[in-house]
């Protein structure tokens, strides 16, 4: 007898087709609002009944719910699934140097929740902590109301991450200190409820590849500027974290100071006078001022204008020279500000061997937020699907 068990461990299990298919049912009707059960088996080319039986079994589970029916051409009568009220919900946090910003979305992506929590003093862990946990708390208390159980839950915060451990990392001269903290025992209170923790400015990139100016990009760099300095890169479609999570940490790049005198680029802007005194945080709302006044004439305004866009774009040269992103986005509140822009593009250009696009990030100042969710909805779909099958 010829031996077939070659054969039966290479054919999917059960288990798995199932889930194929119920992940099949639950993207069309997250993509269209309603289907009928013959509509997926077009689109997909998965039997009707096998589709029948996942559309049951996502009923049975809550997750699907019937909406009306409508008879068709010979007399049958089709009925419409619809996401059920009560699938579900995923919370995204953002914590930055201005606070606790949360948003709420059912499963299929559609926002029903968002507060913003003021600033905590800086280097006020304790007082972050509470500030987190008072906006967990309402947040629950809407979302629950609404769409039912918390699924899962995503963390951008303004600083490194582990990517095995998923704890925030304590680096030198970290512009957001007061975001020091252990987010395990911070949420541990909402139980099993998956906690993913990412860097804000991976979360940034992230929603820039999935929905925004880096959508269909498959290798590009997101280039943040702001109260700190940040670089989100995706190669081959891919995020790249680093082995310690330290991967786009541009702060710490050498800059020459002189003959020989090197310095990290967050110290050199820190001497150009461009930092809060006594700390490393850029003073946002300064830099930004002085841009506005360049652009109004001011000369020595548009020195630092300068100054920063050849920053900027050095930063772009050393990523290129190693990378060779299709795509630069430029992002942050001092990035996005048009008088950077031309400056970084003549620095790049008068060095770079390849021609760089570079453009302005498309998501405003909630990207964070935005990518943080993402990573929330891409657990909570994946966990629905599992529980079922």
């Keep these: ?3 077939t068990g070659w054969l039966l461990r290479a054919l999917p299990r059960p288990g798995m087709l199932r889930r194929i298919t119920d992940r099949a049912v639950l993207d069309e009707v997250l993509a269209r609002g309603q289907v009928t059960r013959a509509e997926v088996s077009d689109v997909t080319g998965i039997s009707k009944p096998t589709i029948s039986e996942s559309t049951r079994r996502l009923e049975a589970a809550g997750v699907l719910c019937a909406t009306g029916s409508q008879s068709g051409r010979r007399g049958r009568v089709a009925t419409y699934y619809a996401l059920s009220p009560a699938a579900g919900w995923a919370l995204a946090l953002d914590l930055d140097q201005d606070g606790v910003h949360t948003l709420s979305a059912d499963l299929a992506g559609a926002a029903f929740d968002h ?19 008072s906006a967990v708390r309402r947040a629950v208390r809407v979302g629950r109301a609404k769409h039912g159980p918390l699924r899962a839950v995503g ?14 990392l304590a680096l030198p001269n970290t512009p957001f200190p007061e975001g020091l903290l252990h987010p395990a025992e911070i949420f541990g209170r909402l139980g099993d409820v998956p906690l993913i923790v ?64 090197y310095t990290t680029l967050v110290s050199a802007l820190s001497q150009q006078g461009l930092s809060l005194p006594g700390t490393p945080v850029i003073d946002v709302a300064a830099v930004v001022g002085a841009l506005e006044a360049a652009q109004g004439g001011d000369a020595a305004a548009a020195e630092t204008a300068r100054a920063i866009g050849a920053a900027v774009g050095q930063v772009i040269i050393d990523t290129c020279a ?16 048009p008088a950077v822009l031309p400056a970084a593009r003549q620095t790049v250009q008068a060095i770079s061997p390849a021609p760089v696009r570079i453009e302005l990030a498309a998501l405003g100042e909630t990207v964070s937020l935005q990518g943080a969710l993402h ?14 099958a």
Excluded: W
């Design 198 to 261: 990412d860097n804000d400015i991976n979360c940034a990139a992230r929603a820039e590849h999935r929905s925004g100016a880096a959508r269909g990009v498959d290798d590009f760099a997101y280039v943040f500027i702001g109260a700190g300095l940040g670089l989100g890169l995706y190669v081959g479609s891919r995020l790249v974290r680093g082995a310690h999570g330290l991967a786009g940490e541009i702060g710490y790049l050498a800059t020459a100071t002189g003959p020989a005198q």
């Design 322 to 337: 190693v990378v060779d992103p299709e795509l630069v986005l430029l992002g942050g509140p001092i990035g996005i500000h």
């Design 1 to 3: 007898m010829d031996d």
């Design 155 to 168: 963390l951008s915060v303004a600083n490194a991450v582990d990517p095995e451990t998923q704890e925030i």
């Design 115 to 133: 507060h913003d929590h003021p600033p905590v003093e800086i280097g006020d862990t304790a007082g972050m902590v509470t500030s987190i946990r």
């Design 375 to 388: 990573v929330a909805l891409d657990r909570s779909r994946d966990d629905v699907i599992a529980a079922i």
